[in-house]
């Protein structure tokens, strides 16, 4: 079956880390960019960050951009989000999605997890 | 990162048509053919049902098409159902290596 699934978020106190991971099966891993997208509690989709099929190349919104690590690791057909200093407003359900097409980045997911939650707090 | 602007609510009868919007700058929507438009109903992840503007990926209803004009895209879904009634998000590539997603439209279906 071809799917992503999510891992790894939790409760975490203000200026803490997490690494959140994202277990893929049924299509080949290392030809596609993959991305991590999050949705705040009763908000809207937000970007967080992508990363190419090879894993050279690597994007990050303004506010992950020193904070988190996108990385891929293609033996284990995992991706990852290593998030430090998190903030009250990291908080959010994070999901991994795969770019439809393989090659460079196609900037739209044709598969989605089903999300982790990952609540900062005190 | 501001968000493209969308309507924050829509709502038609079943069998209408309605049409979203979403807007954005000459840096994104209007500036690239990565335009993407996703449903969401509650507790599920998003799906893609428009993407590169107005492409329906394999087993999307034809009832839902996109396009653009400016920097102004637009999701169209005709012959509304029940099965509609959900959150729609559109989403752009952007020039500074960044993709940015609009604020969302509940969609009603009455």
């Known amino acids: 079956e071809v799917q992503v699934l999510e891992s790894g978020g939790g409760l975490v106190q203000p200026g803490g880390s997490l690494r959140l991971s994202c277990a893929a099966s049924g299509f080949t891993f290392s030809n596609y960019a993959m991305t991590w997208v999050r949705q705040a509690p009763g908000k809207g989709l937000e970007w967080v960050s992508s990363?190419?099929?090879?894993?050279?190349?690597?994007f990050y919104t303004d506010s992950a951009r020193g904070r988190f690590t996108i990385l891929r690791d293609t033996s284990k057909n995992t991706l990852y989000l290593q998030m430090n200093s998190l903030r009250v407003e990291d908080t959010a359900v994070y999901y991994c999605?795969?770019?439809?097409?393989?090659?460079?980045?196609?900037?739209?997911?044709?598969?989605w997890g089903r999300g982790t939650l990952v609540t900062v707090s005190s | 990162q501001s968000a493209l602007t969308q309507p924050a609510s829509v709502s038609g009868s079943p069998g209408q048509s309605i049409t979203i919007s979403c807007t954005g700058t000459?840096?994104?929507?209007?500036?690239?053919?990565?335009v993407s438009w996703y449903q969401q109903h509650p507790g599920k992840a998003p799906k893609v049902i428009i993407f590169?503007?107005?492409n329906r990926p394999s087993g999307v209803s034809n009832r839902f098409s996109g396009s653009k004009s400016g920097n102004t895209a637009s999701l169209t879904i005709s012959g509304l159902q029940a099965e509609d009634e959900a959150d729609y998000y559109c989403s752009s590539y952007r020039s500074t290596d960044s993709l940015v997603f609009g604020g969302g439209t509940r969609l009603t279906v009455l």
């Open positions: 590169d503007v107005s």
């Open positions: 000459s840096r994104d929507v209007g500036g690239y053919n990565y």
């Open positions: 990363i190419s099929a090879s894993g050279a190349t690597t």
């Open positions: 999605a795969k770019d439809q097409d393989s090659g460079w980045f196609e900037w739209h997911f044709d598969l």
